[in-house]
C-alpha cells in the first residue's frame, strides 16, 4: 500500500509539474522575448532558448527612455491604472451592499431578485454589447471613463460571491450590534465588512484582473488616443505599416507588474476567501 500511494505521489507530482510548466511556458517565454532586439522576435518568435549573446535590456532602456513611444506608454499605463483603481473600488462596495442585503435581510421577492442576478452570468456580453452602447451614446457617456466603469461595476459573479460568503455568517452579529446601539449602516460597515475581508482580498484580485485586461469595451467607448488603455494601446502598436515589438514585448512584461504586487498583498487571503465562499450556504 506505501509503495503504491508512493507511485501515485511520483506520478500526480510529474503530471501538475507538466501542467504548471504548459501554464507558465507563455510567460517565460514573453519575458525571454523582452530580453532580446524585435528583430530576433520577428526572425525566430517566442521561445525559451536561452542564447545570452542576443540578450540585451535594450528594449527597457527604450521603453523609458522619454521619447515619444515611452510617453504614450507610461500615459496609457496611468489610464489603465485609474480606471482598475476607480472600477475595483466602485465594484467591491456596490457587489458588497448588494450582497449584504441579499444575505442578510428577509423581504419579499428575496429569492426572485437574486435569481434575477444570477439569471445575468447566463447573457454573454456579446449579447449585451450593442444595447449598452446605444445607452452609452443616449447617456453622452462616449469616450469617458464613466462610459467605461459604469456598466460593469455591478457584476453579477462578485454579487454571487459574497452574497455566498455572507450567507454562512452569523446574523446574531447583526442582532448585537442592534442592542449596541449600533446603526444599520455602522452594522454593514463596522461589524460585517471587517469579517469579510477574505472575500473582498480575492474579489479585489479577479476584479483587478478583469479591469486591467478589458480591451474590448474601452475600445468601443473611447475615441481619442490620449484616453487608451494599456490593452487598446499596445494593440495599436501593430499595424500593416509597422510594429514596434521593442515596446509591444518589454511594456507588456512591465504591465505584468501592477496585478503582481496586488496578488502579492492579497495571496494570504485569497485562497481562504475562494474555499470559504464556494462552500457557504
Given at each position: 500500500?506505501?509503495k503504491?500511494n508512493?507511485?501515485l505521489?511520483?506520478?500526480s507530482?510529474a503530471f501538475f509539474a507538466v501542467?504548471?510548466?504548459i501554464?507558465v511556458f507563455?510567460l517565460?517565454?514573453?519575458?525571454?522575448?523582452?530580453f532580446r532586439?524585435?528583430r530576433e522576435?520577428?526572425r525566430r518568435?517566442?521561445?525559451?532558448?536561452l542564447?545570452?549573446?542576443?540578450m540585451?535590456l535594450?528594449?527597457?532602456?527604450?521603453?523609458?527612455?522619454g521619447?515619444?513611444d515611452?510617453k504614450k506608454y507610461?500615459?496609457?499605463f496611468?489610464?489603465?491604472?485609474v480606471?482598475t483603481?476607480?472600477?475595483v473600488v466602485?465594484?467591491?462596495?456596490?457587489?458588497?451592499?448588494v450582497?449584504?442585503?441579499?444575505?442578510m435581510y428577509?423581504?419579499?421577492l428575496?429569492?426572485?431578485?437574486?435569481?434575477l442576478?444570477?439569471a445575468?452570468m447566463?447573457?454573454?456580453?456579446?449579447?449585451l454589447m450593442?444595447p449598452?452602447?446605444?445607452?452609452?451614446?443616449d447617456?453622452?457617456l462616449?469616450?469617458?471613463?464613466?462610459g467605461?466603469i459604469?456598466?460593469g461595476i455591478?457584476?453579477a459573479?462578485?454579487v454571487?460571491?459574497?452574497?455566498q460568503y455572507?450567507?454562512g455568517?452569523?446574523?446574531?452579529?447583526?442582532?448585537a450590534?442592534?442592542?449596541?446601539g449600533a446603526t444599520?449602516y455602522?452594522?454593514?460597515?463596522k461589524?460585517?465588512?471587517?469579517?469579510?475581508?477574505?472575500?473582498?482580498?480575492a474579489m479585489?484580485?479577479?476584479?483587478?484582473?478583469?479591469a486591467?485586461?478589458n480591451m474590448?469595451?474601452?475600445m468601443m467607448?473611447?475615441?481619442?488616443a490620449?484616453k487608451?488603455?494599456?490593452p487598446?494601446?499596445?494593440?495599436?502598436?501593430l499595424?500593416?505599416y509597422?510594429?514596434n515589438y521593442d515596446?509591444l514585448?518589454a511594456?507588456?512584461?512591465?504591465?505584468?507588474i501592477p496585478i503582481?504586487?496586488?496578488?502579492?498583498?492579497?495571496?494570504?487571503?485569497?485562497?481562504e476567501g475562494l474555499t470559504?465562499?464556494?462552500?457557504?450556504?
Amino acid at each position: 500500500m506505501k509503495k503504491k500511494n508512493t507511485i501515485l505521489s511520483v506520478i500526480s507530482t510529474a503530471f501538475f509539474a507538466v501542467l504548471g510548466f504548459i501554464v507558465v511556458f507563455p510567460l517565460i517565454a514573453g519575458v525571454l522575448a523582452s530580453f532580446r532586439p524585435g528583430r530576433e522576435l520577428i526572425r525566430r518568435g517566442l521561445s525559451v532558448n536561452l542564447d545570452f549573446s542576443s540578450m540585451t535590456l535594450s528594449n527597457y532602456t527604450y521603453l523609458f527612455s522619454g521619447n515619444a513611444d515611452s510617453k504614450k506608454y507610461f500615459m496609457w499605463f496611468k489610464n489603465s491604472l485609474v480606471l482598475t483603481v476607480v472600477t475595483v473600488v466602485l465594484t467591491l462596495l456596490i457587489c458588497y451592499l448588494v450582497a449584504y442585503g441579499l444575505s442578510m435581510y428577509e423581504f419579499k421577492l428575496k429569492n426572485v431578485l437574486f435569481f434575477l442576478v444570477i439569471a445575468t452570468m447566463m447573457v454573454p456580453f456579446e449579447i449585451l454589447m450593442l444595447p449598452l452602447y446605444q445607452e452609452m451614446i443616449d447617456l453622452k457617456l462616449m469616450n469617458t471613463s464613466a462610459g467605461v466603469i459604469l456598466p460593469g461595476i455591478c457584476g453579477a459573479s462578485t454579487v454571487f460571491f459574497f452574497r455566498q460568503y455572507m450567507i454562512g455568517l452569523p446574523k446574531e452579529l447583526l442582532d448585537a450590534g442592534r442592542i449596541d446601539g449600533a446603526t444599520e449602516y455602522g452594522i454593514c460597515f463596522k461589524i460585517m465588512l471587517p469579517i469579510t475581508k477574505p472575500a473582498f482580498a480575492a474579489m479585489t484580485i479577479l476584479c483587478a484582473m478583469g479591469a486591467w485586461n478589458n480591451m474590448l469595451w474601452p475600445m468601443m467607448i473611447f475615441r481619442d488616443a490620449d484616453k487608451f488603455t494599456l490593452p487598446i494601446g499596445l494593440n495599436t502598436l501593430l499595424t500593416p505599416y509597422g510594429n514596434n515589438y521593442d515596446v509591444l514585448i518589454a511594456g507588456s512584461m512591465f504591465a505584468i507588474i501592477p496585478i503582481f504586487v496586488i496578488f502579492l498583498c492579497f495571496q494570504r487571503y485569497f485562497i481562504e476567501g475562494l474555499t470559504t465562499g464556494a462552500v457557504k450556504g
